[in-house]
């Protein structure tokens, strides 16, 4: 997608929120797999999924602050009548903190190896679980249509670039751009790669994707966590089931 081929002036592409919810779902399933495993990680896997479940709850707030601090605030001055749909997302937000705490200090009590961690880290993640997908679903589904509605392409890269680029270091970005395409289908993976310019979409793809392999293989490699797909919406639904 470039600035050739698409109107800046029409409505905005919010796919990326969905592809962005589609890898913290799939790793909040990954992490269910290896703690439901018989015998569950050890050693440097235990610890690598601690930090997975500290670094997504890094960023998972990060995702929030950018968009109660930067997109949401944007949607109200563009289209007043959002207020209640704002305040519904600002108010799913603020019943997910208190699961995102209770998920991190779970993750730091099982790094430790503290007795009962491991059950203690999965109704942690049942926690998180009960009050982010549902929000997940709702700002996918009924937010972005009416966010795409009042937002036009250019206010949404102004602010992605701003909140979501600017303020991230080159490695952070790396990281978390090959945290998103792990294994993402084909048609998003596109969309993903598409909006990053040449020179730096070979640095950040071609370059600097070492650390997150290496981390990905320490995580999942060698289990069934391996092949969970990006998790869509519905995709979600087939893998609960």
Sequence with gaps: MTTNT??????????????????????????RILLDAEPGPTGRRRTALADQILWLMHALHVHHEGEDIGLYPMVLRNDPSTRELVEGMDADHHRITPAMAALEDAARAYRGGAAGSDAGLVAAITGLEDVLLPHLAREELEMMPVVSGCVTEREWRAWNEEINIKSKSTMYLAEDGHWILDNLDAENRALVVGQVPPVPRFILIRL????????????WEGTPAEAVPSLSVALAKEWAK
């Excluded at 592409?13 to 909040?28: C, K």
Aim: hydrophobic content about 35%; some cysteine.
């Design 6 to 31: 698409v109107d800046l002036d029409g409505p905005c592409d919010t796919r990326m929120m969905g592809i962005v919810h589609s890898a913290l779902r799939r790793d909040l399933v990954r992490a």
């Design 208 to 219: 600097l994707g070492g650390r997150y392999n290496r981390k990905r293989a320490r995580l």
